[in-house]
């Protein structure tokens, strides 16, 4: 089963400091999803990317949320200017299809 | 409820019995899946059922699906200590993006 790696595993930013994390899936997928979980509640869905462009986005991703897959192997979701709700596990996903989703093991992020 | 609620929340059983777990959804899917998470870590994939499945095993695993009560279950058997984790159950409605809507999952402790 391929591998989602999620770099970096956690990272503590200040409020309103921009900052980009990273999913590099082993496999060449076409889904690429980003999913966050705040501490102690449910996985909730944030975007997802197919062709190399958004497909679907919840009411959580808005204009600070973006994501990229500038080289055709990293995906990145880049929040701009980061608030103390912001603090999360990010997970990052692909679509296996048949198998289901194959997650990341996440980043945790902490806004200070 | 939202879409893919479990109960229950929380669940202590001793090593050797079995765990069962049970989801429940309110719109139409394409699949429901099973995901297993330890404390603080990634999600990790359990089995998926399709829609026109009823049944289905994996290992120490089984899951039912009952679509006209839109139900699910997840049954461990012979439980370990290495079980004790979140189980979440996700659904996919088949949309075009595939995205999965998680619940709030159960919370399992095994006591060796």
């Known amino acids: 089963e391929p591998e989602v790696t999620q770099t970096p595993s956690h990272q503590v930013t200040q409020m309103g400091q921009e900052v980009i994390l990273r999913c590099v899936p082993i496999?060449?997928?076409?889904?690429f999803y980003w999913y966050r979980q705040i501490l102690g509640q449910k996985v909730e869905f944030l975007v997802s990317?197919?062709?190399?462009?958004?497909?679907?986005k919840s009411e959580i991703f808005d204009d600070q949320f973006s994501v990229e897959r500038p080289d055709g192997s990293n995906f990145t979701l880049k929040i701009r200017s980061t608030k103390l709700e912001d603090s999360a596990m990010y997970f990052c996903?692909?679509?296996?299809?048949?198998?289901?989703?194959?997650f990341g093991s996440g980043t945790r992020l902490t806004v200070v | 409820s939202q879409q893919g609620e479990e109960d229950p929340q929380a669940l202590s059983i001793q090593e050797g019995e079995n765990a069962t777990m049970n989801c429940s959804y309110k719109?139409?899917?394409?699949?429901l899946q099973w995901y297993r998470q330890n404390s603080g870590r990634g999600l990790v994939h359990l089995i998926l059922?399709?829609?026109?499945?009823r049944e289905k095993h994996s290992g120490r695993l089984r899951v039912t699906l009952d679509t006209s009560k839109k139900s699910s279950s997840l049954l461990i058997t012979a439980s370990r200590a290495a079980d004790t984790a979140s189980y979440f159950c996700?659904?996919?409605?088949?949309?075009?993006?595939?995205?999965?809507?998680f619940g709030s999952g159960t919370r399992l402790l095994v006591r060796p």
């Open positions: 719109t139409s899917i394409n699949n």
């Open positions: 496999s060449n997928h076409l889904y």
């Open positions: 996700a659904t996919d409605k088949g949309d075009s993006s595939y995205k999965l809507i």
């Open positions: 990317f197919y062709n190399n462009e958004i497909s679907e």
């Open positions: 996903a692909i679509s296996t299809g048949y198998y289901g989703y194959t």
């Open positions: 059922i399709r829609s026109n499945e």
